[in-house]
C-alpha cells in the first residue's frame, strides 16, 4: 500500500512540473535589467554579460532596460521575456 501511493505521488508531481514549466520558444525579446535587485553595482561578476550571451546564443534579441526597443515590442503582445 505503502510503494502505490509513493508512486501515485511521485506520477503526479512529474506531471504536475512538466504542466507548470512555461515554454521560453514563444517568445522573441528577451529584457534583462542592467542591474539585478540583489547585486550592489550593475553588470556585477558579468552575470548581465552572460545573460544576454546566452539568451543571444538561444536565438533571443535581448535588450537591457534602459536601451531603446523596437516598436513592435509591446508587454501586451506578450513576445517579451523579461527578468
Known amino acids: 500500500?505503502?510503494?502505490i501511493l509513493v508512486t501515485v505521488c511521485v506520477v503526479l508531481m512529474t506531471v504536475m512540473s512538466?504542466?507548470?514549466q512555461i515554454d521560453i520558444n514563444k517568445y522573441k525579446y528577451a529584457i534583462l535589467p542592467q542591474k539585478f535587485s540583489f547585486f550592489k553595482q550593475a553588470d556585477q561578476f558579468k552575470l548581465?554579460?552572460?545573460t544576454r550571451h546566452l539568451f543571444k546564443q538561444n536565438g533571443f534579441d535581448v535588450y537591457y532596460n534602459i536601451e531603446k526597443m523596437l516598436k513592435d515590442l509591446s508587454f501586451i503582445d506578450k513576445?517579451?521575456?523579461s527578468g
Open 79 to 81: 513576445k517579451a521575456i
Open 1 to 3: 500500500m505503502k510503494r
Open 18 to 20: 512538466s504542466l507548470g
Open 48 to 50: 548581465n554579460t552572460l
